[in-house]
């Protein structure tokens, strides 16, 4: 076929592709998969090549300025999954690209192009190929210069050309973090105590290298317990007295040093961790696309099982992806994998610089790497060969991108990744998502247990606290107290610990065993109540309430972060008493250190950890015994492993429970089954207390019993007699705008259209949302419940939405209202 035009995806939110044509010059390198370099509009952009046509359509078109790379740099299989995305998640091919390209890729430009020693110069060259290889006699230049000096637009294919002729040698910049650390270390040459020296400093830097009988001495220790300059010790070396020099740090060493880690190259599976390995090798063997659940309790060996499936997987020569959500993604768990696998791994993190990314990217592409373990973003790591795609904590919330488009869950797209590649996947959790469980008691998964901790601790007790009793109880005590001091027994009375909480803690305190204290809400408190009219303070911009912070003596949107000073009359009836209601962390915190005053707490939330490296030091701190009690947010739950904590305590279990969301009760559960996992993770008994308003709670119940199985069974009725997920498929279609009455009407237009597409009963609203005003964005929404009979995939329901995205898209840009379209959304808020 003689093609002269490329369909190209660019990283534009429009729903098309955009024709170009490809001029002779590039005709060999345009390919399917293709990175190319266009003009758009005033701009020029990169996108890629995604099909190709014969015919020339009716419009007016514009030259490919160049082609990147030799070989096409989306992988096909990796098209396909990219088209699968867009359709699936209702987004624009273009804006689906973009997650497979890594950020950084303008670093190719930096790419060093040198003459190649086995260069004929008598050898006939095309007029532009000579003009480079004159530039570069003269010394090698980076991509961009030559194209500057050259003044050649298309250079990355020339480039590209001269490479495959072995004309010129392309090679990376060096600017790349060395991969092997070294430290400076010198050594005493002269142990003369007569020197003298004119500066004091010297002299006494001087005295303390000769008190030290260390042959070698760390630099940098040295310096810091010396408090002496690195200049001093220079001069020193100037004056041959020491000898300094840089020595590589082995890696190993530094991982040797952490007991669990070595002791995980020695482990022996257990019989329910072969069995699992077994089932997956078989599956690795034959080559066909299958999905594992690997259900295993907090402990149980997971991580094991998934080392040793990635050794099959390389003995087969395959790559494999290891996705373990952000929060959970520690340097800990990255050695881990580091110990058995060495430099094949490589760990993509938010913390990589572009150039970094960009490197760990191309090095996997390449075949150096052939593990990749990173957040949800790591899916797209462009490994050949994936014969593993590992999904740890599947029922993450964070494996779902919800703010910007694609809105794509990297668990289900992993599943999808996978079978176009014949690949197996194993999805790990001690919670397992309703979906995930579901889909392997109906075979579509095959579900592997591991039922026993692997380090034969026990599972500890769980005591459910009914905070409404204590309340009464507080309350009948002070009304006794109250006949002989007065009115003074009642204040004071509103308390977040329990009694038996407050019991065990102290407890715990004796013995110097650590606690760890859940409070899912940040700041002191929630809300700030005018004690004369009952107006509760809300955000101007949402419809939220504000929260009181202590340490700044403030109020502040969660939201939004809008700040505003604490009220001092109420704005609706003038009345200046406030009562502070609800328990924040920093609330609890000063409770804590009213009943146990000479206790350490240190507090993990959101407004501790802004700073870079503080949440390692916070946690460093309390592991190494610096602190006696670790308070704080969800991020308390997860992943933390020290042995030294007996006692997990739950200050509100409600804060979740209580949300309108058809997934509360599953959140919760899981929340309250990770961190209860965070007690006694070693030969010390645990324990946890969990205080609640609602005792009876069918989530709370089987937390309690530790029986994930008893909940699934009474969450899936649930879930069946309202027809939420796993029985539909949720869509959620969602208007935003400024003008309230806009977006009330596109939302209704909406959902008169759909209403004529699709059954009227799988569609709720349009309605406003729950947060139905954030930074003074209004937000409608629509919800379409896609039945799973009558549409397996959703793919109606899907194409219907589109459909109407697609009719009202001019009125929405006019009226000046945003439509997002979210399948399969983690939450309905
Ligand atoms: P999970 O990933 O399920 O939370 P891990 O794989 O982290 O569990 O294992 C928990 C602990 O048990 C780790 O300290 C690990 O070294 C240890 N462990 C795992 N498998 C075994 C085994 N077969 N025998 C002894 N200890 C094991
Ligand atoms: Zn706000």
């Not at 997650?99 to 095309?126: E, M, T, V, W």
């Not at 949107?557 to 200046?576: L, M, N």
């Not at 419940?785 to 009558?790: F, I, L, V």
Request: aromatic letters at 8%; glycine letters at 6%; charged letters at 25%.
């Amino acid at each position: 076929m003689n093609v002269k035009f490329a369909d190209v995806a660019l990283p534009v939110p429009i729903p098309q592709l955009f024709t170009y044509i490809i001029p002779t010059h590039l005709e060999t390198f345009a390919q399917q998969g293709s990175m190319v370099v266009v003009p758009f509009g005033k701009k020029i952009l990169t996108g890629i090549i995604i099909s190709f046509r014969a015919v020339k359509p009716n419009i007016t078109l514009k030259n490919i300025i160049d082609v990147i790379d030799l070989t096409p740099t989306i992988h096909h299989n990796d098209l396909k999954l990219a088209e699968w995305i867009a359709d699936y998640y209702s987004s624009p091919l273009g804006e689906v690209i973009k997650i497979f390209l890594p950020a950084g890729f303008s670093q190719s430009s930096k790419k060093i192009i040198s003459l190649s020693d086995l260069f004929d110069r008598n050898q006939k060259l095309s007029v532009t190929k000579s003009k480079i290889v004159q530039i570069l006699a003269d010394q090698s230049a980076t991509i961009m210069q030559l194209k500057k000096k050259s003044g050649i637009k298309n250079i990355y294919s020339i480039i590209s050309e001269l490479d495959a002729e072995g004309i010129v040698t392309v090679s990376e910049e060096t600017s790349k973090r060395p991969s092997i650390k070294t430290e400076r270390f010198f050594k005493r040459i002269s142990n003369d105590s007569t020197l003298q020296f004119r500066s004091k400093k010297q002299q006494a830097t001087w005295s303390s290298i000769l008190t030290i009988h260390q042959e070698e001495i760390n630099a940098a220790s040295f310096l810091k317990e010396t408090s002496s300059s690195l200049s001093t010790l220079k001069s020193f070396e100037q004056k041959k007295l020491i000898t300094m020099y840089q020595k590589e740090l082995s890696r190993n060493s530094a991982f040797l040093q952490d007991g669990n880690l070595s002791k995980s190259l020695s482990i022996q599976l257990n019989k329910d961790q072969i069995e699992a390995v077994v089932h997956i090798t078989t599956a690795l063997a034959e080559n066909v696309p299958q999905t594992f659940l690997l259900y295993g309790i907090t402990g149980s060996g997971k991580t094991q099982v998934y080392i040793e499936s990635i050794r099959k997987v390389l003995e087969q020569g395959k790559t494999a992806i290891v996705l373990i959500p952000e929060i959970s993604l520690t340097p800990q768990t990255v050695k881990r994998f580091q110990i058995h696998f060495g430099d094949q791994v490589v760990w993509i993190h938010s913390r990589l610089s572009d150039g970094e990314r960009y490197d760990a990217w191309r090095l996997a592409q390449s075949g150096k790497y052939k593990i990749v373990i990173g957040p949800r973003s790591a899916l797209f790591a462009p490994l050949k060969d994936i014969g593993l795609i590992i999904v740890d904590e599947e029922h993450e919330s964070s494996y779902k991108q919800f703010d910007s488009s694609p809105r794509y869950n990297a668990r289900d797209v992993a599943i999808v990744r996978a079978s176009l590649n014949n690949a197996v996947v194993i999805l790990g959790s001690a919670t397992p998502s309703i979906e995930s469980y579901s889909n392997a008691l109906n075979n579509k998964f095959t579900l592997l247990t591991l039922p026993e901790r692997a380090d034969n601790a026990v599972l500890p007790p769980v005591t459910i606290v009914n905070m409404i009793d204590e309340r009464k109880q507080l309350y009948s005590e002070a009304k006794i107290n109250s006949k002989s001091i007065g009115k003074k027994a009642f204040e004071n009375l509103s308390h977040s610990i329990s009694r038996l909480l407050e019991r065990k803690i102290r407890d715990r305190l004796e013995k110097k065993e650590g606690v760890i204290l859940l409070q899912n809400r940040r700041g002191f408190a929630p809300f700030i109540e005018c004690k004369s009219c009952g107006y509760v303070e809300q955000c101007d911009r949402c419809n939220v309430t504000m929260t009181y912070h202590a340490t700044k003596k403030h109020m502040r949107c969660h939201y939004c972060g809008k700040v505003k000073p604490a009220p001092t009359t109420c704005t609706q009836c003038g009345g200046f008493e406030f009562s502070l209601n609800g328990f924040g962390t920093q609330r609890v915190e000063q409770e804590l250190a009213a009943l146990f005053p000479s206790a350490v707490t240190v507090r993990m939330d959101m407004d501790t950890t802004t700073r870079k490296g503080s949440h390692e030091k916070i946690l460093r701190q309390f592991g190494e015994g610096g602190a006696d009690i670790l308070l704080g947010t969800q991020m308390v739950a997860k992943g933390l492993d020290f042995p030294r904590v007996t006692l997990v305590g739950v200050i509100s279990a409600d804060t979740q429970m209580m949300l309108p969301d058809f997934r509360s009760a599953e959140r919760t559960f899981q929340l309250l089954t990770q961190v209860a996992g965070r007690a006694g993770r070693s030969t010390l008994a645990g324990e946890v207390i969990i205080q609640t308003s609602q005792p009876n709670h069918y989530a709370l119940k089987h937390v309690r019993e530790h029986d994930f199985v008893g909940f699934y069974n009474e969450e899936i009725e649930f879930r069946k007699s309202i027809n939420y997920p796993p029985f539909s498929r949720v869509i959620v279609v969602e208007f935003k705008g400024r003008n309230e009455r806009n977006v009330e009407q596109t939302a209704t237009s909406f959902g008169n259209q759909l209403f004529t597409l699709l059954n009227r009963e799988s569609i709720l609203g349009p309605s406003p949302a729950v947060l139905s005003k954030i930074k003074n964005e209004y937000r409608w929404q629509i919800i379409i419940k896609a039945d799973k009979d009558g549409d397996k995939n959703g793919t109606r329901a899907r194409h219907a939405v589109a459909r109407v995205v697609n009719n009202l898209s001019g009125q929405s840009i006019k009226s000046k209202v945003k439509v997002t379209v979210d399948v399969d959304p983690v939450g309905i808020l």
